[in-house]
């Protein structure tokens, strides 16, 4: 594969100064991407590799991880949330790197009584530092069927998309002194597990055992345009030429597509919490 020879500088430093990756070939089924990680049992796959599942009981909710490690990608997911009364779970797809400075960036799912909605918790960590939520219902239910949660990372930003569609976006502000996640592979995990101290309407209404087991599935786990590794020995470079996805932000017609689910869906935002940051909202808000 050809190194990068003619891209932008800065974004060349970058990427060498982290280390030498290869573009995924191909998205593969959840026995050769995935490792189920703990569940004792909970966690299963089914359909030749096609179907994921997860469950939650009393006794313990379950998960699993990626076997590669990702530094920039667009990763795709089929996720079918926790049908009927899902309130207090919490249906986490996240990436993230390890240590006390990691880096994270979360789709989280957080239930709710029959005929209420979902939210869907979006934050961005940087240096293992957050704070940075933003918050969204939907505008279908996502329990009736599949539909594709998107991370699109690349050195300008991360994209989070549903069904195509982007709700957010974290542009790269390192120049105005704002950190991103550039430099600490990550992994992809998930998990379905009890968070009814928190996870709907503040804890206010806890998790109906007798609803159990809870269950949340997964299809079409799609890496196809993505630099990752298997293992620290392998390192070899993405190919900028040929990875449009590297170098993409939104066009005008996808920030019309944010803007209405921002003015029509959001339902949290950190930078109009004055609230909680009395010294002054964070410094990409302002950007």
């Known amino acids: 594969m050809a190194f990068f020879a003619t891209k932008q500088p800065l974004l060349l430093s970058l990427l060498l ?5 290869v573009v995924a070939a ?28 997860c469950t939650l009981d009393k006794i313990s909710g379950s998960g699993f991880q990626s076997k590669k490690e990702y530094l920039f990608g667009k990763i795709d997911m089929k996720l079918k949330l926790v049908t009927g009364n899902s309130a207090g779970t919490v249906t986490a797809y996240y990436l993230s790197s390890k240590g006390a400075t990691w880096d994270e960036i979360d789709f989280e799912f957080l239930g709710n009584v ?5 939210t ?21 239910d996502p329990t009736l069927d599949f539909h594709t949660y998107t991370v699109h990372w690349n050195p300008l930003n991360i994209i989070f998309l549903v069904d195509g569609i982007p709700i957010r976006v974290f542009k790269n502000n390192e120049n105005d002194g704002v950190a ?29 055992w007798s609803n ?26 993405c ?13 005008s017609r996808q920030y019309g597509q944010m803007k209405w689910v921002q003015d029509e869906f959001m339902i949290y935002n950190y930078c109009t919490d004055f609230k909680r940051f009395p010294q002054g909202l964070p410094k990409e808000c302002f950007l």
């Open 239 to 251: 190919d900028a030429d040929n990875n449009s996805w590297m170098w993409t932000s939104l066009d």
């Open 26 to 53: 191909s998205a593969g089924s959840f026995y050769e991407s995935f490792d189920i990680t703990w569940g004792d049992g909970r966690a299963n796959i089914f359909e030749n590799g096609q179907l994921l599942t």
């Open 120 to 140: 869907i918790h979006t934050n961005v960590f940087t240096g293992g530092k957050g704070d940075r939520e933003m918050q969204f219902h939907l505008w279908f």
């Open 114 to 118: 029959t005929g209420h909605p979902y």
């Open 180 to 208: 991103f996640p550039k430099n600490q592979p990550m992994k992809i995990y998930s998990s379905l597990w009890e968070a009814d101290d928190w996870a709907t309407e503040g804890g206010r209404v806890k998790i109906d």
């Open 212 to 237: 159990a087991p809870f269950s949340a599935s997964y299809r079409n786990f799609d890496d196809q345009s993505s630099c990752s590794r298997t293992s620290n020995l392998t390192w070899v470079t």
């Open 17 to 21: 100064a982290i280390g030498l990756f």
